[in-house]
T-cell receptor, first 111, second 111 residues
Framework: QQPVQSPQAVILREGEDAVINCSSSKALYSVHWYRQKHGEAPVFLMILLKGGEQKGHEKISASFNEKKQQSSLYLTASQLSYSGTYFCGTEGSPGSEKLVFGKGTKLTVNP | NAGVTQTPKFQVLKTGQSMTLQCAQDMNHEYMSWYRQDPGMGLRLIHYSVGAGITDQGEVPNGYNVSRSTTEDFPLRLLSAAPSQTSVYFC??????????FGQGTRLTVV
C-alpha cells in the first residue's frame, strides 16, 4: 500500500523552508527519500531506519517517527536546485526489500 | 561504472504485441526492482528480486513477467501489450536495503 505524501505540491521562493510529510497505515522498518528532476531518474537523498537517528544531507534533513508511522523531510534555506519531485519510499519489514513509493510532492523554488 | 542500464530508451508497441525491457547492473547488487511511473501516481512497484532465482510481485504485477537468472540482469516481459501499459518504466538496484540506483528509464507507448 502506497504511503501518503503531503502536500502534493509546494512553491517557494529561494531561501524559504519547506516540510514534506510521508505517512503509512502499516508499521515501517525504513523510509527512503528520493528527488526526481523532470525527465530524469530518481536520485537517492537519504534513508532512515527504525531505531536510527535523524539523517541529514546538506541542508536537507529528515526524521522518522516509528510510533506514528510517519517521516518528514525538511528543506531549509531552499536553493533553485532543490526544485523537483520528492518521493518517500517505505519498507514494512526487514528482509522484504519491497520498497513502495508515495505519489510524490512537487517542489518549485523560484528566484 | 555504468551503474544501471536500461534498454531501449523509447519503444512504441501495437496492442497485443510482446516485448522485453532489459535491465542490467554492474554493481553486484542483490536487490533489483521494476517500477512504472504514470502522471500523478508516483512510482509503483511491479516486480522485485532479492537475488538470482528469486522474484516476487509488487503492487501492480498483472500483465508483466520477470525472471532473474543472473545477478546482473533483470528483464521485464510484457506478454500482450495493452494501452494501459503506456508508461515510463524504471529499473532499480540496491545492496543491503541501502541506496537504490535507478536506470534512466524506458518510455513505452502502446497504441
Amino acid at each position: 500500500q502506497q504511503p501518503v505524501q503531503s502536500p502534493q505540491a509546494v512553491i517557494l521562493r529561494e531561501g524559504e523552508d519547506a516540510v514534506i510529510n510521508c505517512s503509512s497505515s502499516k508499521a515501517l522498518y525504513s523510509v527512503h527519500w528520493y528527488r526526481q528532476k523532470h525527465g530524469e531518474a530518481p536520485v537517492f537523498l537519504m534513508i532512515l531506519l527504525k531505531g536510527g537517528e535523524q539523517k541529514g544531507h546538506e541542508k536537507i534533513s529528515a526524521s522518522f517517527n516509528e510510533k506514528k508511522q510517519q517521516s518528514s523531510l525538511y528543506l531549509t534555506a531552499s536553493q533553485l536546485s532543490y526544485s523537483g519531485t520528492y518521493f518517500c519510499g517505505t519498507e514494512g519489514s526487514p528482509g522484504s526489500e519491497k520498497l513502495v513509493f508515495g505519489k510524490g510532492t512537487k517542489l518549485t523554488v523560484n528566484p | 561504472n555504468a551503474g544501471v542500464t536500461q534498454t531501449p530508451k523509447f519503444q512504441v508497441l501495437k496492442t497485443g504485441q510482446s516485448m522485453t525491457l532489459q535491465c542490467a547492473q554492474d554493481m553486484n547488487h542483490e536487490y533489483m526492482s521494476w517500477y512504472r511511473q504514470d502522471p500523478g501516481m508516483g512510482l509503483r512497484l511491479i516486480h522485485y528480486s532479492v537475488g538470482a532465482g528469486i522474484t516476487d510481485q509488487g503492487e501492480v504485477p498483472n500483465g508483466y513477467n520477470v525472471s532473474r537468472s543472473t545477478t546482473e540482469d533483470f528483464p521485464l516481459r510484457l506478454l500482450s501489450a495493452a494501452p494501459s501499459q503506456t508508461s515510463v518504466y524504471f529499473c532499480a538496484s540496491s545492496r543491503d536495503r541501502g541506496e537504490a540506483f535507478f536506470g534512466q528509464g524506458t518510455r513505452l507507448t502502446v497504441v
